[in-house]
C-alpha cells in the first residue's frame, strides 16, 4: 500500500500557475491509477484530473481542460497536476488518491487559493 504526500499549494492571483505534487512511499507506485480531486468549501470532492498506471492515458473535467496538466513520473514516485490560468473558482483543497482495484488511498490535502 501507498503513502501519499501533497505539495505545491498556495495563494495566486487569476491567471498565475502553481504545480502540485503528490510523493507517494511504496514500490508498487506505477500499479496505481493516479487522481487529483478538489474540494471546495461547503461543496463535495469532485474528481479533477487522472492518469492510468497502465497506459498513461489522461482525463480531465471539462472545467480544468487545456488549463491543468497531469503527470507522473514513476523513477520518483511522484504525480503533479501543473495548472496554468487559474480563476477564483479552482480555489479549493487538493487530494491526490491512489487507486488499483478496490482500494484508494488518500493524501491529506493541499490548499489552493486564486485570488481575483
Known amino acids: 500500500q501507498v503513502q501519499l504526500v501533497e505539495s505545491g499549494g498556495g495563494l495566486v492571483q487569476a491567471g498565475g500557475s502553481l504545480r502540485l505534487s503528490c510523493a507517494a512511499s511504496?514500490?508498487?507506485?506505477?500499479?496505481?491509477?493516479m487522481v487529483w480531486f478538489r474540494q471546495a468549501p461547503g461543496k463535495d470532492r469532485d474528481l479533477v484530473a487522472s492518469?492510468?498506471?497502465?497506459?498513461?492515458?489522461?482525463y480531465y473535467v471539462d472545467s480544468v481542460k487545456g488549463r491543468f496538466t497531469i503527470s507522473r513520473d514513476n523513477a520518483k514516485n511522484t504525480v503533479y497536476l501543473q495548472m496554468n490560468s487559474l480563476k477564483p473558482e479552482d480555489t479549493a483543497v487538493y487530494y491526490c488518491?491512489?487507486?488499483?482495484?478496490?482500494?484508494?488511498?488518500w493524501g491529506q490535502g493541499t490548499q489552493v487559493t486564486v485570488s481575483s
Open positions: 488518491a491512489a487507486t488499483r482495484g478496490a482500494t484508494t488511498t
Open positions: 511504496g514500490r508498487t507506485f506505477s500499479s496505481y491509477s
Open positions: 492518469i492510468s498506471w497502465s497506459t498513461g492515458s489522461t
